[in-house]
Nanobody, 125 residues
Framework: QVLLVESGGGLVQAGGSLRLSCAASGRTFSTYFMGWFRRAPGKEREFVAA????????FYADSVKGRFTISRDNAKNTVYLQMNSLKPEDTAVYYC??????????????????WGRGTQVTVSS
């Protein structure tokens, strides 16, 4: 098992930046395919970004491509989400998630076995 804890959320003005972190417990972090999802008020959880185990392959939702960057430091058991040019529509609770059983459908919440409790990101206009 792995315990995931997100941090770095907050209130930012439109056009600003935030960097989210997700710290994982355990010594097998490098075996986990990691993703970021978000849930806005009244909406379903949606895929944001994902990283392969080594970090060499990354994937993004069209809505954040070019603005957000996912990265990971396996030595620190941490995955990051750098969010630039934030928009009010990026307001949501952001969750990190992980799985050791990657099947290719990185955008599917059901793929992931472990989830953090989330961190709130609010972008004001």
């Amino acid at each position: 098992q792995v315990l995931l804890v997100e941090s770095g959320g907050g209130l930012v003005q439109a056009g600003g930046s935030l960097r989210l972190s997700c710290a994982a417990s355990g010594r097998t972090f490098s075996t986990y395919f990691m993703g970021w999802f978000r849930r806005a008020p009244g909406k379903e959880r949606e895929f944001v970004a994902a990283s392969s185990r080594s970090g060499s392959s990354t994937f993004y939702a069209d809505s954040v491509k070019g603005r957000f960057t996912i990265s990971r430091d396996n030595a620190k058991n941490t995955v990051y989400l750098q969010m630039n040019s934030l928009k009010p529509e990026d307001t949501a609770v952001y969750y990190c998630a992980g799985t050791q059983s990657y099947t290719g459908h990185y955008y599917t919440p059901g793929l992931y076995d472990y989830w953090g409790r989330g961190t709130q990101v609010t972008v004001s206009s």
